[in-house]
C-alpha cells in the first residue's frame, strides 16, 4: 500500500488525538528517555494496517522504531507478538492512541472479510465490500478488505456504473436508463443496473447490461434469477448478507456477494501496545 494514500488521514488524526501536545507524557518524561514495547493481538484474527501504524510514528517522530513480527494478511492468534516499537517515551505514547485506532479497525475488517471469504470461496463466488464505509477511510477500509481475501466493489461514483432504483424511478424504465448511460458513458464501460424481481431481470437482459444486481432477493428467487440469466451477465447478490445466510447465498449460484458489514459496522479486533 503506497505511503501517499493515507498520509493526509493519518495527519489528520493525529492533529484530532494530540493536540497542542499531550500533558500526560510530557509531563512526566523527559525528551531522552526511551522505551521500548510490542504490540500483541488480544484475539484471534487477521493483522491488516501495520502499515498505517508505521506512518503515525514517521509522522510523530522519525526517530522511532516499528518492527513487522507479522505479514500484512496473516492470521494471528490470541497473545500473538505483531510488532516491536522503539523510540522516545513521549513520542511512543502520544502515538499510541491513534495507531491502536487504525490498527484495530483495519484488523476487524480484514478478520470479518476473511470469514466470510472462506465460506463464499467453496462455491467460486467472491465477497466484495460497499461504499459503506466511514468517511475518510474508505481507501484504508477496501484495503483491509483486500487484505482479508475479499474485493472491492466501485471506489466512488466515477469508478463504475450502478443503476439503483432511484435511478430507474427517476428515468422511468431500467430500458430507458441504460438508453441514455450508453450514449454518455465510454463504450468500453460495463454497465450494472440493480434489480428487485425476475421481472426486472428479464428487463435487465434484455437492455445488454453486464452485470445485475440482485437486491434483497429471497433465496428462491435468487436460484431462479441464476436460471434466467444462464451464464449471460455476472450476478451480484446484495442486502441482508450475513455469516448466517452467506452459505446459502453463495450456493445459488451468483458470481459475487456484497457484504456493507464488512465497513459498516464491524467489530474492531482487540490489540494492545504494552511497553516492555
Given at each position: 500500500m503506497n505511503r501517499l494514500m493515507f498520509q493526509t488521514v493519518v495527519?489528520?488524526?493525529l492533529m484530532e488525538d494530540v493536540g497542542a501536545g499531550d500533558w500526560t507524557s510530557e509531563g512526566i518524561f523527559s525528551d531522552e528517555?526511551?522505551?521500548?514495547g510490542v504490540f500483541v493481538a488480544k484475539a484471534e484474527g487477521v493483522l491488516a494496517g501495520m502499515p498505517v501504524v508505521k506512518e503515525v510514528y514517521r509522522q510523530m517522530d522519525s526517530e522511532v522504531?516499528?518492527?513487522?513480527?507479522?505479514?500484512?494478511?496473516?492470521?494471528v492468534r490470541n497473545g500473538t507478538i505483531l510488532a516491536e516499537i522503539h523510540g522516545s517515551t513521549r513520542s511512543?505514547?502520544?502515538?499510541?492512541?491513534?495507531?491502536?485506532?487504525f490498527l484495530q479497525r483495519l484488523s476487524g475488517i480484514a478478520s470479518c472479510t476473511a470469514k466470510y471469504a472462506a465460506i463464499a470461496s467453496k462455491y467460486d463466488c467472491k465477497i466484495v465490500d460497499t461504499r459503506k464505509t466511514t468517511p475518510g477511510l474508505r481507501l484504508l477500509e477496501k484495503y483491509a478488505v483486500k487484505t482479508g481475501?475479499?474485493?472491492?466493489?466501485?471506489?466512488?461514483?466515477?469508478?463504475?456504473?450502478?443503476?439503483k432504483d432511484n435511478h430507474i424511478h427517476a428515468a422511468g424504465s431500467i430500458v430507458k436508463a441504460v438508453e441514455m448511460l450508453r450514449e454518455t458513458i465510454p463504450f468500453t464501460t460495463a454497465v450494472e443496473v440493480e434489480v428487485e424481481s425476475l421481472k426486472q431481470l428479464e428487463e435487465a437482459l434484455a437492455s445488454g447490461v453486464e452485470i445485475v444486481m440482485l437486491d434483497n432477493m429471497p433465496?428462491?428467487?435468487?436460484?431462479q434469477?441464476?436460471?434466467?440469466?444462464?451464464g449471460r451477465v455476472t450476478l451480484?447478490?446484495?442486502?441482508?448478507?450475513?455469516?448466517?445466510?452467506?452459505e446459502e447465498t453463495a450456493a445459488c449460484g451468483v458470481d459475487l456477494i456484497s457484504v456493507g458489514e464488512l465497513t459498516h459496522s464491524v467489530k474492531a479486533m482487540d490489540i494492545s501496545l504494552d511497553l516492555t
Open positions: 495527519s489528520t488524526a528517555e526511551k522505551s521500548k522504531t516499528v518492527t513487522s513480527k507479522v505479514s500484512e494478511g496473516q492470521q511512543v505514547l502520544m502515538g499510541e492512541r491513534v495507531a491502536l485506532n481475501g475479499g474485493y472491492n466493489h466501485r471506489l466512488n461514483l466515477s469508478d463504475a456504473v450502478l443503476i433465496l428462491s428467487m435468487m436460484r434469477a441464476v436460471k434466467i440469466a444462464g451480484e447478490a446484495s442486502g441482508g448478507i450475513t455469516l448466517d445466510n452467506v
